[in-house]
């Protein structure tokens, strides 16, 4: 299906996505999807109004997850893109605090030994989808079937 979405772009004239990632990476393949469908999206000229990470898609930009050195590292692979096309790339809050997903001032405020926010990610809360799903053409959501 996600290639399904992938080859369709080239039938669209010029849209505003905001894309939502709901899960984790390694999980199933929503995550992937939202990666491929996010880069084939700006690669035909496309504009992301904005990521937002949010229930177990947070893990996504989690700086602690370790891989092997040969396997696609998730959050590093998202923080590229995001760097490379300035993209803003939201990460629920709520979602993360219950996930363990804290940024600097998060981890002072709640006394924690360290952050793990991947740099590029910025936490926020609902209100930030809410304004994406106004300022967007379509909102995508790529999340769990189960």
């Not at 299906?1 to 004239?13: A, E, F, S, W, Y």
């Not at 880069?39 to 997850?65: C, P, T």
């Not at 370790?66 to 590093?76: G, M, R, V």
């Amino acid at each position: 299906m996600g290639h399904q979405l992938i080859c369709d772009l080239r039938l669209l004239t010029s849209m505003k996505f905001t894309i939502v990632i709901l899960g984790a990476p390694y999980t199933d393949e929503a995550a992937e999807s939202a990666f491929r469908f996010t880069q084939a999206a700006l690669e035909k000229n496309h504009q992301i109004y904005r990521l937002f990470f949010y229930h177990d898609g947070v893990h996504n930009a989690s700086s602690l997850i370790t891989l092997p050195q040969d396997e696609i590292q998730p959050a590093q692979r998202w923080a590229n893109l995001i760097a490379q096309y300035d993209l803003e790339a939201i990460v629920c809050i709520a979602s993360s605090l219950r996930r363990g997903l804290l940024n600097e001032t998060e981890a002072k405020r709640f006394s924690k030994p360290a952050s793990n926010l991947t740099p590029g990610f910025k936490l926020a809360g609902l209100g930030d989808l809410v304004d994406a799903a106004q300022q967007s053409d379509r909102l995508i959501t790529f999340g769990p079937t189960s």
